[in-house]
């Protein structure tokens, strides 16, 4: 059996480091305030709300969550973030998703202050992201790297030179997680590939899927990737998250898009859910919202983990 990724424990890491940077960055009256807008009432979305929320409490964060109602009109919820634009005591916004299919996500995006911009969705911070210099790294696609990297030192490897001419493969193409995965591997030296539900629907997923050395499963489909899909000694690093009530007990469990039993039967090492990538991406989220928070005061981070 692989080795399973403990998230939560990298995580755990990566929120001492932001303690620590809190406390210096405090004395040069940076302030971090952190804002969520939930529209509509997604499970999985109050659930990341819900541990965000958490975690900015814990560190002493402002933090302002804006609820909508699923049938607000696109002119509320470009209201809401305006104002949380205007108010200099928030220095990240994060739109959670879904959002309900009557609001264009692109204007959604183009509606959020790139400096407060923390997810880089808006497109003046993507395009510095696809050229390889990013005001902000994405939560998710950036955790399954930091992750990555924690697992490949703890086997005495060096991340700076392990991805070179590696084959990472992507499945998913979302503007939050899959382009952006791609867009860090190629700028880490490795060959990516590029797969998504049309890849799966002419049949071809398992053809690409099995030539990963590391693999990023970020379709949003239950077990789409199975054993039989990978190679021997693959890295694979499960992004999805969906739950699933368990028919003897009644409770809610999550699952990812990996099947985790076949997969892990056959790789090098595997992130389970929850516990894997997801933690992580809690982190990396309030971490930008200190980077942000450090900008608007002029202030250079000591640390560059974030960038």
Same mark, same amino acid.
Request: net charge negative; glycine share 8%; aromatic share 6%.
């Given at each position: 059996m692989?080795? $399973? ?9 990566l ?18 305030? @952190? ?23 814990? @560190? ?13 009109? @696109?002119? #509320? ?9 205007? =108010?200099p ?22 509606a959020?202050?790139?400096?407060? #911009? ?8 993507? *395009?510095? @992201? ?18 990555? #990297? ?23 193409r ?23 539900s ?13 030539l ?7 379709? *949003? ?8 899909? $990978?190679? #021997? ?10 739950? $699933? ?13 990996? =099947? ?16 894997? $990538? ?30």
């Amino acid at each position: 059996m692989a080795h $399973v990724i403990d998230g939560n424990a990298i995580a755990e890491h990566l929120r001492h480091t932001i303690e620590e940077e809190l406390k210096v960055l405090r004395l040069s009256e940076v302030r971090p305030g @952190l804002a969520t807008v939930l529209v509509g009432e997604d499970f999985a979305a109050q659930a990341y709300e819900r541990h965000v929320r958490r975690l900015c409490e814990a @560190l002493e964060y402002r933090y302002v969550s804006e609820g909508l109602p699923a049938d607000v009109q @696109l002119a #509320d919820v470009a209201a809401t973030i305006g104002k949380l634009n205007a =108010d200099p005591r928030i220095t990240g916004i994060l739109v959670l998703h879904p959002l309900p299919s009557h609001i264009p996500e692109a204007e959604i995006n183009s509606a959020i202050d790139p400096l407060k #911009d923390i997810e880089a969705v808006h497109p003046q911070n993507t *395009g510095l @992201l696809a050229q390889g210099r990013p005001r902000f790294l994405p939560s998710t696609p950036a955790s399954c790297y930091y992750l990555l #990297d924690s697992y490949v030192r703890s086997t005495g490897q060096d991340p700076a030179t392990f991805y070179s001419g590696k084959t990472i493969v992507v499945v998913g193409r979302s503007n939050s997680v899959g382009k952006p995965a791609q867009w860090l591997g190629l700028q880490r030296d490795a060959t990516v590939v590029a797969c998504h539900s049309r890849t799966h629907a002419a049949g071809k997923l398992a053809e690409f899927t099995c030539l990963a050395d590391i693999l990023i499963v970020a379709a *949003g489909v239950r077990a789409l990737v199975t054993g039989d899909m $990978v190679r #021997d000694g693959v890295i694979a690093v499960d992004v999805g998250i969906h739950p $699933v009530e368990d028919p003897a007990t009644g409770k809610t469990r999550m699952v990812g898009d990996l =099947d985790f039993e076949s997969v892990a039967a056959r790789a090098e090492a595997i992130t389970p859910v929850p516990g894997g $990538v997801g933690p992580i991406t809690d982190v990396w989220l309030v971490g930008n919202a200190l980077m942000a928070a450090a900008m608007a005061q002029r202030v250079e981070p000591r640390f560059g983990i974030f960038r």
